[in-house]
């Protein structure tokens, strides 16, 4: 006897309901590990270590000429550390700029070669005899970069390409005359030397150049 239409429907209506309840109980619930989980139990991500000697480089590296000179100069001075020289260099070179815009020999001479000195020595008397006085203000810290550290005969080389931005201030001797204040980008190569085995162990500024900024 055929079953009626009507039962046929109730029984396939039952059905369909069984199915999708079966659905809804694996579906409707979170299976294995969710992405908020996993974001939740992910360890964050190490910070890169920096390169050896990259001090100072554009990426923390120092290039493989650079690298081979202090490979060179550590020969000769185990001691050389590219990071810790080149915290002083940015130190002296602050030094530098500022005490020879304010005329102060007493902070200069002891942070340059004899030759470096009578240079400044001159700018610095021609200035006097005007009556001008100058101030130097650095706007940022400036960059420094390594570009080069050597040991030749008995004496440790190092070349540090600075960029900084400076303020200067000069006062002219007429006192009617207005305050003049520059504001300018200097990109410079500067060469500090020391003696190899000496018992001073600064280096000394032995000569600066322009750099392309």
Do not use: C
């Amino acid at each position: 006897m055929p079953v009626p239409v009507q039962v046929q429907i109730v029984i396939f209506a039952v059905i369909a309901a069984i199915v999708l309840f079966q659905l809804y109980n694996v579906l409707g619930k979170k299976v294995g590990r969710q992405p908020e989980e996993d974001a939740r139990a992910q360890p964050a991500a190490p910070a890169a270590p920096a390169a050896e000697g990259g001090a100072g480089r554009p990426g923390g590296a120092l290039d493989a000429v650079t690298l081979a000179s202090i490979a060179g100069l550590r020969a000769r001075d185990p001691n050389f550390d590219p990071v810790r020289f080149l915290e002083g260099a940015r130190q002296a070179h602050e030094t530098i700029v500022r005490a020879y815009a304010s005329g102060d020999r007493e902070t200069l001479k002891p942070l340059l070669t004899p030759h470096v000195m009578d240079s400044f020595e001159g700018g610095i008397a021609a200035r006097e005899a005007r009556g001008d006085t100058e101030e130097a203000e650095f706007l940022h810290p400036a960059r420094a970069d390594l570009e080069m550290a050597t040991a030749e005969e008995n004496r440790a080389v190092a070349k540090v390409r600075f960029l900084a931005e400076l303020r200067n201030r000069v006062k002219p001797a007429d006192p009617s005359a207005e305050e003049q204040v520059e504001e300018r980008r200097v990109a410079e190569v500067w060469t500090f030397e020391r003696t190899l085995g000496a018992s001073d162990p600064n280096w000394l500024l032995a000569r600066t150049e322009p750099a392309a900024a």
